[in-house]
């Protein structure tokens, strides 16, 4: 089984509204990133933060990571239609770290 | 600077059918990916190199094999495609822990 799950599968909202994803994970994590896909397109890197961090920021971007209940959010502020797209926590395990292990994503449409 | 270029883009294969998809990136990237994606399942890991030479299974190897000869090159064979490798593969190398994607190739088996 994979080692992140997104929750929603899918969420939809209007712009200028904030979104929030969750991720879940189920063993010890070197770093847990966040992907961004565009339809049909390859996925591109957003923001890591490692097992030892709990709170990063990058642009409109903030990311939290809370180890003692093995999840993690994204949240995009003032979101625009430009950022409908597919988002994917990816986790490197701590006891394998070469592996990177993607959840099954959240769709997120942001309605002009 | 091209990054991670797969090729072919697109495939359609008759169950039975070999095939080998190449990843070639020009970052001089020591980690390599191949992954499939399936509608509704993101992103499952196929096979991972983490240098020339070098090969590793990752969590759905079964029916694929690989080989990293040269640094630059991470190749996915399917010896004898199933339907059920009809997918969009994507490879991706690895800087510093982030991972760069090519565009993709979407394989049919008929």
């Known amino acids: 089984s994979q080692q992140g799950e997104e929750d929603p599968q899918a969420l939809s909202i209007q712009e200028g509204e904030n979104a929030t994803m969750n991720c879940s994970y189920k063993?010890?994590?070197?770093?847990l990133q966040w992907y961004r896909q565009n339809s049909g397109r390859g996925l591109v890197h957003l923001i890591l933060?490692?097992?030892?961090?709990r709170e990063k920021h990058s642009g409109r971007l903030r990311v939290t990571l809370d180890t003692s209940k093995k999840s993690s959010s994204l949240l995009i502020t003032a979101s625009r239609a430009a950022d409908t797209a597919s988002y994917f926590c990816a986790t490197s395990m701590k006891t394998s770290y070469d592996k990177v292990i993607f959840g099954p994503g959240t769709s997120l449409s942001v309605i002009p | 600077n091209a990054g991670v270029t797969q090729t072919p883009k697109f495939r359609v294969l008759k169950t039975g059918q070999s095939m080998t998809l190449l990843c070639a990136q020009d970052m001089n990237h020591e980690y390599m990916y191949w992954y499939r994606q399936d509608p509704g399942m993101g992103l499952r890991l196929i096979h991972y190199s983490v240098g020339e030479g070098t090969t590793a299974k990752g969590e759905v190897p079964d029916g694929y094999n690989v080989s990293r000869l040269k640094k630059q090159n991470f190749l996915l064979g399917l010896e004898s495609a199933a339907p059920s490798q009809t997918s969009v593969y994507f490879c991706a190398s690895s800087h510093r822990e982030k991972l760069f994607f090519g565009s993709g190739t979407q394989l049919s088996v008929l």
């Open positions: 933060i490692r097992s030892n961090e």
């Open positions: 063993t010890s994590i070197n770093n």
